[in-house]
């Protein structure tokens, strides 16, 4: 059976992943100069397949710490030891390291399986700074902490200004970030390098689309790819979401099947769930939806609130703010949807007069 090339929701590496040359030679430099990183995105824009793939193409040695399953201090110090358990493979080393810090554990192995039962105070300092000394310490959605324990956050900070080797933080609650990293208050300001992520360029896209395809030997249409990157707008995620479904039905011998018939199968999939979120939406912020859909920049024009019946600026400002708390619009200059498959299941909507 031939493998879908195109994969979506989990880590790219290797020939899966697409250009990103530029940010992974700026990776590469900073940490050959232990500078500490930040990679800010939205979501799923690629940074944690991005600073895998710099680490790992460049034989740069790191621990990974998906600090979303955090909840306290003795959680992060099991999170760090688990992954660097890992990297060790050899359990006489990993026990020798676990006797020099003030740490109960019980260790199993196949596979090896660390868990914390009592830390002292200054374990985790004593961790990071050994374990920092070879390693680069990937903390990934590491604003997840600082939602749930400020202090740990506090307390990271002062350790990980002392490592040896870079420390690399990644995240997607812009605001946060922001205000953890660049604003002169916060508490990661002037950390290290900012880097922000944006969409992966068109012509790589391209490239890449047209690569897989013609491997398994399909020929896609330059239109038909011009098509795929206008629909997804060259964000990482929905690109490959489209080509894997678009990929699917080609392969099964619908040679002619459109990418718009593609789109219309995936927002059908999906509706149930769009449906809900919309339907627990106030009329307010429906209609500010709505209007974003219509991918307008200029969303408080006064045609625009007419349109969409929106009663003054200040109704749309209010509905805005209330979307983008709750993850669904985003402000990046423009405000813009998040799920840009949601986005098209609006319009349509919309086109529909269906509202
Ligand atoms: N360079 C790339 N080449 C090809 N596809 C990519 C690339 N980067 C990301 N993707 C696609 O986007 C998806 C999400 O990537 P990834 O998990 O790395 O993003 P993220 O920004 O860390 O997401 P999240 O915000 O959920 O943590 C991948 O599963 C893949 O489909
Ligand atoms: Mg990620």
Not at 297 to 325: G, N, P
Request: charge should be positive.
């Amino acid at each position: 059976m031939v493998e879908n090339p195109f994969i979506f929701g989990k880590v790219v590496r290797g020939e899966h992943f697409c250009d990103r040359e530029h940010e992974m030679e700026q990776i590469k430099k900073m940490v050959g100069s232990r500078q500490h990183i930040v990679v800010i995105s939205p979501r799923r824009y690629g940074k944690t397949s991005l600073v895998i793939n710099a680490l790992e193409r460049n034989r740069i040695p790191y621990v990974y710490v998906d600090c979303s399953l955090v909840e306290d201090e003795k959680g992060l110090i099991g999170v760090v030891i688990n992954d660097y358990a890992k990297k060790l493979d050899n359990l006489a080393i990993l026990e020798k390291f676990l006797k020099r810090f003030d740490i109960s554990v019980s260790v199993t192995i196949h596979p090896v399986n660390v868990t914390i039962s009592q830390i002292g105070t200054d374990s985790l300092k004593n961790i990071l700074m050994e374990v920092g000394k070879n390693y680069v310490i990937v903390f990934d959605e590491f604003q997840d902490i600082y939602e749930k324990d400020k202090r740990l956050v506090n307390k990271i900070r002062s350790i990980v200004q002392f490592l040896e080797k870079s420390v690399v933080m990644l995240g997607s609650k812009r605001h946060l970030l922001n205000s953890m990293f660049l604003k002169p208050r916060g508490i990661f300001y002037n950390f290290g390098y900012a880097l922000h992520l944006g969409k992966i360029e068109k012509a790589e896209f391209s490239k890449f689309i047209a690569r897989w395809f013609r491997k398994n030997g399909i020929e896609l249409k330059k239109e038909e790819i011009d098509e795929v990157l206008d629909i997804s707008e060259c964000h990482p995620f929905f690109t490959q979401y489209l080509c894997h479904f678009l990929f699917e039905k080609r392969l099964s011998g619908k040679k002619e099947v459109e990418v718009k018939e593609v789109l219309n199968d995936i927002l059908e999939m999906n509706s149930v769930f769009y449906d809900e979120t919309y339907r627990s939406l106030p009329l307010g912020q429906r209609k500010a939806l709505h209007l974003l859909s219509y991918g307008k920049k200029e969303v408080y024009s006064a045609e625009l609130l007419k349109r969409f019946d929106i009663t003054s600026s200040q109704a749309l400002q209010k509905a805005l703010k209330s979307l983008i708390k709750k993850e669904i619009v985003d402000k990046n200059g423009n405000y813009y949807i998040l799920d840009i498959f949601f986005k098209h299941w609006l319009y349509q909507k919309v086109l529909n007069q269906m509202v």
